[in-house]
């Protein structure tokens, strides 16, 4: 998704801009581009491709320009190219700007410009807001930015730059994320906080509908009508090397071994040391409220929605609530059932993907009340929801999602405990087998990652398949389709999940000779039925990977390879199953010499619908 970045003070624009753009590059781009005022004009360089591409196109250039704005592009209107790469500018290039988000009326309002006389030379929506201003402007930019914005709909955050007011830079935002970061003499700009941290910790997180009016000198906010906003310094916490790779190849493999520390951190403080009870106390229901509930609806995209089936069973296991799991892109469109009686769980890395806000917001407006497992401090979910439960994984960059999903499935386990205890639905030794359990997560999977050899081997031999299967019943197949989804993201290989005991009903007729299936049997009461389809593929001759607890009987006497994971509660047995799974991807997608953390045609953050 698009990245921004903003500087305004006494130090060399350019390598500031584009240090600010390489920290964005996890949000997944084809273009980059800056604009600068310099001298009498405003300069602007963009290229398609990699950051390199701009490095390139700047090198050997002097420059003294005293502000610049910068983006990362991720193609909706046009084509990737260095035309529809931002900045864009107005027609004499008096002002630049740089969006993300989607200007759902730009084509009446491209028509209406071009009768004015404007002429475009892109494709893309963004390039109305350039022209609007040059259309408005009578001297004072914030004043033409609220003009400009009155005529929008859609989302946007954008950051514009005036010939005219070299001196300061006007930001705004409407349902995409935007930062301002606060320095002594400059001040800063980005649409996430990594971009701003080797500068400064102390932020302003903008609220839809605020403009930023900002100067080397200082920071001022504004509502849509001008009016002065008292805002509140948030000061980030994350250390700089926390957002980087750490000493790993990739930021995957880093996340997926942060995840022993990150399922700690989810538990922390969480669960009450004496009574052993969960305690949510960012959740302000009361018990009455909880007691009322009548029916869980979970909405979610991706690895969040995976984690969203496994918490359905959770919750309807411990809970003993019917809940309904949906996709979001579905579920805003489906007129659900949903209502004042209504729970909606909402789950999402980054909090700010479009679908599930809509989601989000589609509940809310039918009354109910809507929790969001999040792992993004004050993200527009975060900022909607009644209540939120952070997943605390720490940024997550890579766009395959492995620590988000994880901790992800301990927030619904905790959720699950939060709710039966209220409604009094699981017997104490249960909770407690529970919890226990739950503590020792994140040590298995430390155990886990560190005896994963038989994945290697498996690698080795299965690196030029095109197709593989992961099958599995009940949780595990959730898991299961977690797995696929992953293996299919970063390696490029088509993968399907399959409930096995579909098999014979269509998908057997493709399990021939050495095709490989990864075969999960960590549900004890589904186990021998689990055994008996991983006889049913070997039949057919596929190479079987099966993924067992220890002390699984008969399981090697069926599957080629075996890979056994330390026993847990079978609630949690997702947590530790995914694991293989994820590193089964990654290093497929190592073998194949694809780019992991950046996989084609997607993105981190998916803020568009
Ligand atoms: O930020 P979110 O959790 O809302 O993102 C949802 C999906 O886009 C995301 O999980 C996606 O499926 C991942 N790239 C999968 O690894």
Redesign the pocket.
């Known amino acids: 998704m698009c990245g921004i970045v903003g500087y305004i003070g006494p130090r060399p624009v350019v390598p500031i801009l584009l240090d600010g753009l390489k920290k964005l590059e996890y949000r997944g781009y084809d273009s980059s581009g800056i604009a600068l005022t310099e001298g009498n004009g405003i300069e602007v360089f963009k290229r398609q491709g990699k950051l390199d591409a701009l490095r390139e196109e700047l090198n050997g250039r002097e420059f003294c320009a005293a502000a610049g704005i910068g983006h990362t592009r991720w193609a909706t209107h046009g084509r990737p190219s260095d035309i529809n790469a931002h900045p864009h500018t107005d027609c004499q290039g008096r002002f630049a700007v740089v969006h993300n988000g989607i200007i759902e009326n730009y084509l009446p309002l491209k028509e209406w410009l071009i009768s004015m006389g404007h002429i475009f030379r892109s494709e893309t929506d963004t390039e109305v807001l350039p022209h609007l201003m040059e259309e408005f402007y009578e001297g004072d930019l914030v004043r033409t930015v609220m003009r400009v914005i009155r005529k929008l709909e859609g989302s946007y955050a954008m950051v514009v730059l005036a010939l005219d007011e070299p001196g300061r830079l006007v930001a705004v935002r409407q349902d995409s994320p935007l930062v301002v970061g606060l320095g002594e003499g400059e001040n800063f700009l980005a649409s996430d906080i990594p971009a701003l941290l080797c500068h400064t910790r102390n932020t302003y997180i903008l609220e839809d509908g605020e403009i930023a009016d900002v100067t080397p000198e200082g920071v001022a906010v504004l509502d849509r009508d001008g009016r002065k906003v008292e805002k509140s310094v948030f000061h980030v916490k994350w250390e700089a090397a926390q957002a980087e790779k750490g000493g790993y190849d990739h930021f995957m493999l880093k996340e997926i071994y942060e995840q022993p520390r990150a399922l700690k951190d989810t538990l922390s403080g969480r669960i009450d040391p004496d009574s052993s009870r969960v305690v949510l106390s960012e959740i302000r229901m009361t018990p009455e409220q909880v007691r009322n509930i009548k029916k869980i609806f979970i909405t979610?995209?991706?690895?969040?929605?995976?984690a969203g089936l496994v918490g359905k069973h959770i919750i309807e296991k411990l809970v003993r609530i019917p809940v309904e799991i949906d996709i979001a892109s579905e579920f805003r469109y489906r007129d659900p059932l949903v209502d004042g009686d209504s729970l909606v769980i909402v789950?999402?890395?980054?909090?700010?993907?479009a679908d599930?806000l809509a989601a989000l917001r589609e509940s809310r407006r039918r009354g109910a009340r809507v929790l969001a497992v999040?792992?993004v401090v004050d993200s527009s979910?975060a900022r909607e929801a009644d209540d939120i439960l952070y997943t605390w994984a720490g940024p997550e960059i890579a766009?395959?999602?492995?620590k988000?999903?994880t901790t992800?499935l301990m927030c619904m386990c905790l959720i699950g405990l939060y709710l039966a205890d209220i409604r009094g639905t699981l017997p104490e030794a249960e909770r407690k087998a529970i919890i226990r359990e739950m503590r020792k997560l994140g040590d298995k999977v430390r155990a886990i990652l560190e005896n994963c050899n038989v994945i290697d081997r498996f690698v080795q031999d299965y690196a030029g398949s095109e197709n593989a299967f992961f099958i599995g019943r009940g949780l595990d197949h959730t898991v299961a389709m977690e797995g696929a989804?992953?293996l299919k993201?970063i390696s490029y290989i088509h993968a399907e999940a399959y409930a096995a005991g579909e098999l014979k009903h269509g998908t057997l007729a493709l399990i021939v000779k050495g095709v490989p299936v990864i075969a999960l049997a960590t549900q004890q009461d589904l186990y021998e039925k689990m055994v008996s389809n991983i006889k049913e593929v070997k039949a057919r001759e596929a190479t079987v990977m099966a993924l067992a607890m220890n002390g699984a009987k008969d399981v090697e006497k069926v599957a080629d390879h075996v890979l056994h994971l330390p026993s847990t509660h079978p609630l949690l047995a997702p947590v530790l199953t995914v694991v293989p799974l994820q590193l089964l991807a990654y290093r497929m997608a190592v073998a194949r010499n694809c780019d992991v953390d950046q996989p084609r045609n997607?993105a981190?953050?998916?803020t568009v619908e």
């Open positions: 979610a995209c991706g690895t969040a929605y995976h789950v999402s890395q980054s909090g700010e993907t599930t999040t792992n979910i766009v395959a999602s492995t988000a999903y992800q989804l992953k993201e997607l981190k953050s998916v």
